[in-house]
């Protein structure tokens, strides 16, 4: 397993995490073997937002031993009194949700509290007004709640939210389909949802990815809006190479998905290659940068995406990545100009003529 460190709160994060829609389909005793197997290969964030309220024991019966090694994200908003999830900002509602996940966890403390679900910026005035964030903020001041993270699908509101709120995660809904304008979550333009991936990683807000697979429609060419399956792999690469991302949070419903997870890794770069998405990607995507590394190698020895992620961050106003790009062994000036990443960049990027604006830029 590889680890990602969230530059605010300093917890080292698995690349793979693992979310929990699924798990209660499996029962209490293959989910328990699921989750030990999960953690035994390394997997230590885990979202909980479960489809079930049955899940939450199954966490606790698995994992209470070795809490102190795990990191649970819990949400603010969901609600379990009917037994399936439901959505709710009723703090009266919200409180006795999350008793009842505490106690059912065997923990009498959360990692990430989450502000959540806040699709629209009347949500936000909602979860405010009614004292939902301002019970949140003080169990994060008991030390209850020790970060504070937030849940949504909708850029706008993100931006808003983070204006507002002292953030240390993000859960957005992360994708190919998504970010190119396609499916039911599929908010915000091209544009409006880098500026999202640019923020976290200039501000050291880690983002959590929710939906990696669409829910797993962009495993199934019949069900893709692209007419074309991916797969886990692809997807994964995928979230993994946007800015800000720590960890994807695919579900898992038993110890064979979870296992097929673990393998990420030790997949070959052909397996993780998402450049096939150049070939659906719409106009506004074409040209711009993706840092897939499709490129590679270059025969100057240059890390193309790299070069290209720390530009895009600092254009953007984040002078760690400006430090990053000059500690670089091999920067843009070193580019030959030779055309070899241009004959290769899926999404139609002139790398060379881009290097030469980097090279201006930095000097």
């Not at 059912?104 to 909602?126: K, N, P, V």
């Not at 979230?239 to 070959?268: F, I, M, Q, R, W």
């Not at 025969?299 to 500690?327: F, Q, S, V, W």
Request: contains cysteine; hydrophobic residues 35%.
């Amino acid at each position: 397993m590889k680890y990602r460190k969230n530059k605010r709160t300093g917890d080292m994060i698995s690349e793979i995490g693992m979310g929990s829609a699924y798990l209660f389909e499996a029962g209490m005793e293959e989910g328990v073997k699921a989750l030990r197997t999960a953690y035994e290969g390394g997997i230590n964030y885990f979202d909980l937002a479960a489809g079930d309220g049955s899940s939450f024991p199954i966490w606790g019966e698995a994992l209470s031993d070795v809490r102190k090694d795990v990191f649970y994200q819990i949400h603010f908003g969901a609600d379990y009194s009917a037994g399936t999830y439901g959505w709710s900002l009723d703090p009266e509602t919200i409180e006795r949700s999350v008793e009842k996940q505490l106690r059912e966890l065997r923990t009498d403390y959360i990692d990430y509290g989450f502000i959540h679900c806040q699709d629209e910026l009347s949500d936000w005035e909602t979860y405010k007004r009614n004292g939902v964030f301002g019970r949140l903020l003080e169990l994060k001041r008991q030390g209850v709640v020790r970060r504070l993270g937030l849940s949504s699908h909708t850029p706008a509101v993100i931006q808003r939210i983070m204006d507002e709120a002292d953030i240390d995660m993000l859960m957005f809904s992360v994708n190919p389909a998504y970010d190119y304008g396609q499916g039911e979550y599929a908010s915000g333009s091209v544009d409006e949802r880098a500026e999202v991936y640019r923020r976290c990683e200039s501000a050291g807000v880690g983002i959590s990815c929710m939906k990696p697979f669409s829910g797993g429609q962009l495993l199934d060419a019949s069900a893709s809006p692209f007419g074309r399956a991916l797969t886990q792999y692809q997807c994964i690469s995928y979230c993994l190479d946007k800015p800000g991302v720590l960890t994807v949070l695919p579900g898992a419903a038993n110890t064979e998905d979870v296992k097929k997870l673990l393998a990420y890794h030790s997949a070959s770069d052909g397996e993780r290659d998402y450049s096939v998405i150049a070939s659906f990607a719409p106009p506004a995507a074409k040209g711009k940068c993706v840092y897939c590394n499709h490129c590679k190698p270059c025969p100057m020895g240059l890390d193309i995406g790299l070069i290209n992620k720390y530009y895009d961050l600092a254009r953007a106003g984040d002078a760690m990545a400006a430090e990053h790009y000059r500690t670089l062994s091999l920067h843009a000036e070193d580019c030959i100009s030779c055309g070899h990443c241009d004959s290769r960049c899926p999404f139609g990027v002139c790398q060379s003529a881009r290097m030469a604006e980097i090279r201006e830029y930095f000097g």
